[in-house]
């Protein structure tokens, strides 16, 4: 993690400083670079506790070779912690088959969850306890509603917990909108107190008062995360931002699930490095897809292969269809230091035509199809 994020100067600086123990540092641009110096100096160095985004076990099963993976002996690995971005149960199991035969077991995964308000942690499992994994309707998600899957369920969504409480930090679930606590069943935005919460943002009056100030009734104050989830016994479970859930025709769809599906539908779309968000056309939300292109496949690309995977993807994981895609440029999208998508920013450069792009096709009743 980038020293300068909450994370890596929390967990990875302040942490080992204050509890007297040995810390390796390591500039992050030599692990994006080259995967294999993270889990090798985990492997020299008896490394027992060590993380990051969920992207980063991703990018080890894909830019570590069989030959590299050799001479590495993981067992030392306790807690594997897993943050800053959506958990993806597929992305856990596909690192332990790649590494359990060097060391690594299921129990080392930590999901946890936090932010820079809370001074970090608000939520963690226990040490060699595997995660636990709730799988739900998608039905139901996108009426706000926790409803496990059945035989019969269509469509569902695997759900990996966070963990509990930590220390006196209290968690509770809330309807955004009538700031009233949520029923065990419900989606809501996560609000949290306790002795680590900051008192607020520098010099940021407004943006402070409604954030580390929201109360149910006469309980608080609490710190508004922005977050949405839900706790099931005792545990919570993340499920989307607040501020990028997609509304399309009255059902709510969370945009990570959608980037998955566009990313997974055609080989030459670059994982992790794609955005889907909604812009309103004639007062009627509209969905618009931003994707990377793999730089191996820019001079090659088959634009009416590549768009029309997406559409049948989306339509058929989804059920929505697709206003605008705009494939860009690789190493191009819009991302926080610690890698994690900006949604928010990438809508702003869309609606600006700021976007590097490599090509956009629009698809509209009205217009018909539209290659810029």
């Known amino acids: 993690m980038p020293h300068f994020h909450d994370m890596g100067l929390i967990d990875g600086i302040l942490e080992p400083i204050y509890s007297g ?107 060699n306890k595997p995660a636990t994994v709730c799988q739900l309707d998608t039905e139901a998600l996108g009426q706000n509603k926790v409803k496990e899957a059945t035989e019969t369920t269509i469509k569902s969504k695997q759900f990996i917990s966070c963990g509990y409480s930590r220390l006196d930090t209290e968690i509770i679930i809330v309807n955004p909108q009538s700031l009233k606590p949520c029923f065990p069943d419900e989606v809501g935005e996560i609000w949290v107190c306790g002795e680590s919460i900051a008192q607020g943002y520098w010099n940021l009056d407004q943006e402070t008062h409604h954030t580390f100030n929201a109360y149910v009734g006469k309980q608080g104050p609490f710190l508004r995360t922005g977050d949405l989830g839900f706790i099931k016994d ?32 055609n080989i030459a779309l670059l994982e992790n490095s794609g955005v889907a968000f909604s812009v309103s056309i004639d007062g009627i939300e509209k969905l618009i897809i931003v994707q990377e292109v793999k730089r191996s496949y820019r001079k090659r690309l088959d634009i009416d292969q590549v768009v029309g995977d997406i559409c049948q993807a989306v339509m058929k994981e989804h059920d929505i269809s697709i206003y605008d895609i705009v494939l860009i440029r690789t190493a191009s999208l819009p991302k926080t230091s610690s890698g994690k998508i900006q949604r928010q920013a990438c809508q702003k450069k869309y609606l600006e035509n700021t976007l590097n792009k490599l090509v956009e096709i629009i698809s509209n009743p009205v217009l018909g199809k539209n290659r810029i």
Request: proline share 5%; with cysteine.
């Open 21 to 127: 123990i040995l810390g390796i540092l390591m500039p992050p641009i030599a692990f994006l670079g080259r995967p294999i110096n993270w889990l090798k100096a985990i492997s020299d160095y008896g490394v027992t506790h060590s993380g990051g985004p969920n992207f980063c076990y991703d990018l080890c099963v894909k830019k570590i070779s069989l030959d590299q993976r050799k001479k590495l002996d993981l067992s030392v690995w306790e807690t594997a912690y897993n943050g800053a971005e959506p958990l993806r149960f597929k992305t856990l199991e596909q690192f332990r088959q790649a590494f359990e035969i060097y060391g690594f077991q299921t129990n080392f995964f930590y999901p946890c969850y936090g932010l820079a308000e809370s001074t970090l942690m608000v939520a963690g499992g226990y040490r």
């Open 234 to 265: 005792g545990e919570l479970f993340i499920t989307g931002r607040l501020k990028d859930i997609l509304i399309i025709k009255g059902e709510n769809y969370y945009p990570q699930d959608i980037e998955e599906t566009v990313a997974r539908s």
